[in-house]
T-cell receptor, first 112, second 115 residues
C-alpha cells in the first residue's frame, strides 16, 4: 500500500530562521518526488521535482534532498519569510494519476 | 494565477442536492486531473482525462460522481445527491504531457460545503 508520512505535522519558527521538513514514503512505482507549497484556501504550487537519480534540487531558498534507497526526502527552507507560512506537501510517485501520492503536509507558520 | 481556473470558488448546498463544478485548464494542456482535499490532508486523486478520454478513475469516485471533458477543453465534475461527507476542496489541475518533469498546474479549487 502506498504511504507517505511527513514530519513534523506542524512547525512554528521565527522569521529569518531556517527549518527542515521531512518526508518518508513507500510508493510504487516510483520515478520522481515533488514538493509543493499550498497556501490556505489555494491550490498547490510546485517547488521542486527530482527524479530517483537526483540527490538534491534547489529553488531559491528551498532545497530538497532525496535518498531513494532509504525512501526519504527533506525540504530545507533558508532565511524564512512571513510568506513561507503555508503547508508543504511531499509527493512521491510516477505520473499524475493514481500513482501520484500526496502526503498529508507539514503546516509551517513563520512569525515576525 | 496558474492559468487554471475553477468555478465556483465556493459552494454551499443542502444534503441531497446536485452540484456541478467547472474547470478551465491551460489551453494547450491535453491532460486534466481532478483531486479532492479534506482539511489537514493532502489532495486525493479522483480522475484524469487525456483530451476528451477519461483514462483513470479512483475508487473514491462513487457512482454519485461523474466527470466529463467534452471536446477536450473544459471539464465538469458533478456530484449527485450530495452527502455531508462530500464536503471538501475539489482541485483541478492540467498538464501538457507525461514525463518525470511534467509540471501540473493547479487551480484555486472549489470549496464545497454540504449542510
Amino acid at each position: 500500500k502506498n504511504q507517505v508520512e511527513q514530519s513534523p505535522q506542524s512547525l512554528i519558527i521565527l522569521e529569518g530562521k531556517n527549518c527542515t521538513l521531512q518526508c518518508n514514503y513507500t510508493v510504487s512505482p516510483f520515478s520522481n518526488l515533488r514538493w509543493y507549497k499550498q497556501d490556505t484556501g489555494r491550490g498547490p504550487v510546485s517547488l521542486t521535482i527530482m527524479t530517483f537519480s537526483e540527490n538534491t534540487k534547489s529553488n531559491g531558498r528551498y532545497t530538497a534532498t532525496l535518498d531513494a534507497d532509504t525512501k526519504q526526502s527533506s525540504l530545507h527552507i533558508t532565511a524564512s519569510q512571513l510568506s513561507d507560512s503555508a503547508s508543504y506537501i511531499c509527493v512521491p510517485g510516477g505520473d499524475y494519476g493514481q500513482n501520484f501520492v500526496f502526503g498529508p503536509g507539514t503546516r509551517l507558520s513563520v512569525l515576525p | 494565477d496558474t492559468g487554471v481556473s475553477q468555478d465556483p470558488r465556493h459552494k454551499i448546498t443542502k444534503r441531497g442536492q446536485n452540484v456541478t463544478f467547472r474547470c478551465d485548464p491551460i489551453s494547450e494542456h491535453n491532460r486534466l486531473y481532478w483531486y479532492r482535499q479534506t482539511l489537514g490532508q493532502g489532495p486525493e486523486f479522483l480522475t484524469y482525462f487525456q483530451n476528451e478520454a477519461q483514462l483513470e478513475k479512483s475508487r473514491l469516485l462513487s457512482d454519485r460522481f461523474s466527470a466529463e471533458r467534452p471536446k477536450g477543453s473544459f471539464s465538469t465534475l458533478e456530484i449527485q445527491r450530495t452527502e455531508q461527507g462530500d464536503s471538501a476542496m475539489y482541485l483541478c489541475a492540467s498538464s501538457a504531457r507525461q514525463g518525470v518533469y511534467t509540471e501540473a498546474f493547479f487551480g484555486q479549487g472549489t470549496r464545497l460545503t454540504v449542510v
